[in-house]
């Protein structure tokens, strides 16, 4: 298991990649508002409108631009899944926002268990110092540990090469 640190970072980065997952189904599902007007018209044709100034800088005898209808099938049919209904999205948006929560809930349970949490920084370092004279203790121990291993080889070797001599 990683370190907490480790943990929190992971947590963090899900968070980020569900945020582009959530907004990319949004923009990618929502339906167009009602009230815009079709691409490719403008606002005075829609509404009718007589004035001829309005438009008039459009050529009607141009061919269609990229990106217009021009009858190819593969422009015409959308690829990928169909827009949900709005009651679909809707649901799928609630679903979304819960697991946002729920990530964001486990963040916050990762950072109130980093060490530190609630204490001064006096106690912090304090506490720095208790550890590092308990390292210094066990560095102690284990050099003693370690000598004594060495101790021991060194007696072990003689009673072998004295067992060889009988």
């Known amino acids: 298991m990683a370190d907490r640190l480790t943990q929190l970072q992971d947590a963090l980065d899900q968070l980020a990649t569900q945020f582009y997952a959530c907004i990319r189904y949004i923009h990618t599902n929502h339906s167009p508002p009602a009230e815009l007007p079709p691409t490719g018209t403008t606002g005075a044709e829609q509404a009718g409108s007589s004035d001829p100034t309005l438009g008039a ?71 720095i110092k208790g550890l590092i004279e308990q390292l210094k203790d066990a560095e102690g121990e284990r050099q003693k540990a370690m000598f004594e291993k060495e101790r021991l080889l060194e007696k072990l070797d003689a009673v072998i090469m004295r067992v060889r001599r009988v």
């Open 57 to 127: 800088d459009q050529n009607n005898d141009s061919p269609p631009q990229q990106g217009e209808a021009q009858g190819d099938p593969a422009e015409a049919a959308p690829s990928g899944p169909p827009i949900p209904s709005p009651e679909q999205f809707q649901r799928d948006q609630r679903e979304l926002a819960r697991d946002l929560i729920l990530k964001e809930q486990q963040i916050e349970v990762l950072i109130s268990g980093l060490p530190g949490i609630g204490t001064s920084e006096l106690e912090q370092q304090e506490r």
